[in-house]
């Protein structure tokens, strides 16, 4: 793979670099701005640019070498980055992978951007778990597959990816961290500057978190004051932003604390901030021993420990995985996680021993030349321009010219602002007028219901606030239900008074669908915590019910929940029950004409179904599979109009058997729920028919309908309360607008699902 330069600038003419960026104050920013900066530097011929990943609203002041910022938890930013990369003739992609940086279940958002692109793409790994849950490891298949090579830091990486992800060895590249060129000097030299002439001196640097193990070395110094009365240890480095974000300084005021406690506080100086790069040499420069005590052996990479072993450092380091490597063959020592006894006796004995310090600091600074950022830029180059020889100059099927019946249609971006207007501090209010909530009609438990259902669908697609407004509507339930009767009240005025004692049984079922939606996907223990309380309280009054729509909800709940809590019998028993008394329905009711479960079709139709289709699944009862595909097979064609566009059975009489079918008033809570069965339909069959039907209910929402006319707002993200037989009707209520976002979610989980199935 040798290549000389002038090669290299005519072959890679642009080169883009996705990962965080500074003045972003984390690990990867700084990689990849030293990475960046060095081919820059290095390739003249060659132009650089940036995209780096913003986890605040604000941004950042980059540079100009940054071009398009992606938005973390945005999904449509890594399409629209995507974009711009492939009309921008940008020649590979170097990527910087590490799970907590990009948006969705783990960091799931960029494959969206990679499937997208037409250039080769160079994936630098700097997390490779040996234990991935399956969606850490599906990211990471995932993200294999759609890189050309892949580029670790470590021997250990090669191997865990060879071993327990199954990647060929012949994609992978073995290149060091990268590290600044610095002299090797006398630690003694710079002291004066930093006011500790004369001290020995302790270093750790880096973003201040639990995982870093300083308490230790605190610990340690009363042992190592003892003999060395001299010493000083720094603690170099701001905490890191989540953890300010989630813990404030809690952690380096018990630092502070456990100094004080030890009796060494005067011994220990804390420099809470973020340094520059030169800023970082000089104290590196001034240190006698570097000590890494990381609490975790589950490691890959380390830049602090690449940094100092570079420059020179005695170092002692907890067996991390990355520090084992690094400080093989006497380029520096090793000792257990969290023992402060053994810690103290080896920087004693490294103190002691002053020609075996420098022995290691000679080995150490020797091995990191081959580190140095233009030796490393130098190997990138070159595993850049084999990616780029051994890419398919052909392009791939998704980005070959296919007629409009074999390519989906583009879903329309996600906008939450109509949802936000309708909720307020006590949750979801009921109607609108026009866009305007309207007070008068207060709120409901259904309307909090779907509310809580479209959260929970945001927050698995990585939306930030999708917690705090599950929170609200999860709340609103939790106030809703009514210990004596054990069902939920329904509606409440606008003063927070209720107005029944015991709501519908469709508003029963369908909040225990939403409860069970909570339980089976959120991640935010204090969210499934009072969901599975009120879950527990409410799951037997449905059994009492009597509306099969009331039945049909609770399935889909009651199946959701036992995705994580499979093991619980009485669910499992009251769905056996109420899914028997769906069968019992369908099969008294239907005829070759009728294929239905009752004598009259009203709404949510689609639903009744979709819970068969769950059951027949998940209790291995092929009757009632086939009846669940039968009867929506049959819905689906009575509700298509002859110029093939979903047609739903209007609120204006309804449909009974034998009478005439109502055109108008058509629901946008028929779309949806038709969008939700055909998906499960297709999810169990895979028939490429029920993909197209949902497609069909959802294009309704869009203006393929009786009147060519969009119900959905995209100026607000909200959706208009129906299709009148002259006009949409303008007021934009929760019902209409939750069964949008819902249809809209489910689509674009489904699409996620399909893709991840296809790589």
Known sequence: MNMNRSAADATLSRVAFIGNYLPRLCGIATFTTDLCEAIASRYSGTTCIALPVNDIAAGYPYPPRVRFELEEKDIESYRRAADFLNINNVDLVSLQHEYGIFGGRAGSHILTLLRELRMPIVTTLHTILREPDPDQKRVLLDIAALSDRLIVMSARGVEFLREIYGVSPEKIDLIPHGIPEVPFVDPSFNKDVFGVEGKTVLLSFGLLSASKGIENVISALPAILARHPNVVYIVLGATHPNVVKNDGETYRISLQWLA??????????????????????????????????????????????????????????????????????????????????????????????ESLRHAMRKKAYLYGRE?????????????????????????????????????????????????????????????????????????????????????????????????????????FIWYAFNTETGRFRNFMDYQRHWLEVIGSDDSHGRTLWALGTVLGRTHAPALYNMAGWVFEQALPAVLDTTSPRAWAFAIMGIQEYLLRFGGDRRADKIREELS?????????????????????????????????????EAMSDPSMTDAGLESLAWLTTLQRADRGHFVPIGSNGFYSQGGERARFDQQPVEAQTMVSACLEAYRITSGKQWQNEARRAFDWFLGRNDLNLPIYDPTTGGCRDGLHPDRPNENQGAESTLAFLQSLLELRLAEHASLSTED
């Not at 995985?321 to 006497?330: I, S, T, V």
């Not at 079709?601 to 027949?616: D, I, Q, R, S, V």
Request: hydrophobic fraction near 40%.
């Open 260 to 353: 004080q406690e030890k009796g060494v506080e005067s011994q220990v100086i804390f420099y809470n901030r973020f340094v520059s790069l030169e800023e970082l040499v000089e104290f590196i420069s001034v240190a006698d021993i570097y000590i890494t005590p990381y609490l975790n052996e589950a490691q890959i990479t380390s830049g602090t420990l690449a940094y100092t072993l570079g420059a020179g450092k005695a170092v002692i380091s907890t067996p991390y995985w990355y520090a084992q490597e690094m400080l093989a063959d006497g380029r520096g020592a090793l000792v257990p996680f969290r023992d402060p006894e053994a810690l103290a006796e080896q920087v004693n004995h490294l103190l002691d021993e």
């Open 580 to 616: 028997s008394r769906l069968m019992a329905l369908y099969t008294h009711q239907r005829t070759d004409e009728w294929r239905w479960f009752e004598n009259r079709l009203t709404y949510c139709n689609a639903a009744l179904p979709h819970a068969l289709l769950l059951c027949g």
């Open 371 to 475: 580190m140095i950022w233009p030796q490393v830029a130098s190997r990138y180059m070159e595993t850049f321009l084999s990616a780029r020889s051994g890419h398919r100059h052909f392009a791939h099927d998704e980005f070959a010219v296919k007629p409009l019946d074999k390519r989906p249609g583009e879903l329309p971006p996600l906008k939450l602002d109509h949802l936000n207007t309708l909720t307020d501090d006590t949750g979801m209010l009921q109607h609108a007028i026009f866009t305007v909530p309207n007070y008068h009609e207060g709120y409901c438990v259904d309307d909090n219901a779907r509310a809580l259902m479209v959260s929970v669908l945001l927050e698995v697609l990585g939306n930030e606030h999708a917690q705090e407004l599950a929170s609200r509507y999860l709340a």
